[in-house]
């Protein structure tokens, strides 16, 4: 009789913006039947809370005000920040902008840390984030790395956002972009960068039905699928 305890899976996916990991996040955990951990929601929640109590997200102690008495609930696709559906809200671009900010700051990203750890659930979740693989589960089963060159980024990303916003423009979209990559990518605190285990993936080209074959194959590699 095998009386072994069963752990949890863990797959990562981590990749800057626009490179459509959240939508490959999304579908695996649906078609395995894992949890699903938007740490990226995580972050933006904080920007929201912070923009709402008018904090300064550039500043460590006004980051970290916001991360307190934060209730956070994931309802399906509903988010709810203290109560308040904020689905809509999170996606917005100076939510986002705030939590790229709010991201470099240690302290926040620490305090972040026990919760996304915390998150683990049989039979096994999908993370989606930049430091999923690297920092968060470093000894996650499977790690991806999805990127994708930044012009095609930009496009993705302006095209959503012009749904929403008619003061958007491309240019506006590539240059926060740009911005966001050199933050992300050189804070000290858990920088962007791929796992050295992480299979990496460019999504510039390949249909999304494409991308999402080549992750069902590493996850087959990786002994999660038959």
């Known amino acids: 009789m095998d009386n072994a305890v069963p752990i949890a899976k863990i797959i990562t996916i981590d990749g800057p913006s626009a490179v459509g990991k959240g939508t490959m996040a999304k579908r695996l955990a649906s078609e395995l039947g894992y949890h699903l951990l938007d740490s990226g929601a995580l972050y933006r929640l904080v920007a929201v ?3 709402q109590q008018r904090l300064d997200p550039n500043i460590a102690s ?4 916001a991360v307190q008495n934060l209730h956070v609930e ?5 988010v709810y920040l203290n109560g308040t559906d904020v689905t809509t809200k999170i996606r917005e671009e100076n939510v986002s902008k705030a939590a790229s900010q709010i991201a470099v700051h240690a302290s926040v990203r620490r305090a972040l840390f026990a919760f996304m750890q915390a998150f683990v659930k ?6 989606d984030g930049r430091d999923m693989g690297t920092v968060v589960f470093p000894h996650a089963d499977v790690k991806l790395f999805l990127t994708a060159v930044t ?6 990303r302006y095209k959503q956002l012009s749904k929403h916003a008619k003061n958007v423009t491309l240019d506006a979209v590539f240059s926060e972009l740009v911005d966001r990559d050199a933050r992300d990518s050189t804070r000290d605190e858990a920088p962007l960068i791929p796992a050295e285990d992480a299979v990496v993936i460019d999504t510039s080209v390949d249909t999304e039905a494409q991308v999402y074959e080549k992750i069902m194959q590493t996850v087959r590699l990786g002994g999660i699928l038959p």
Request: proline residues 4%; glycine residues 4%; without cysteine.
């Open 49 to 51: 809370n912070a923009l």
């Open 62 to 65: 006004d980051a970290e005000k």
């Open 74 to 78: 994931f309802d399906d696709d509903k």
């Open 122 to 127: 049989l039979p096994g979740i999908v993370a």
């Open 151 to 156: 012009a095609v980024r930009a496009e993705r």
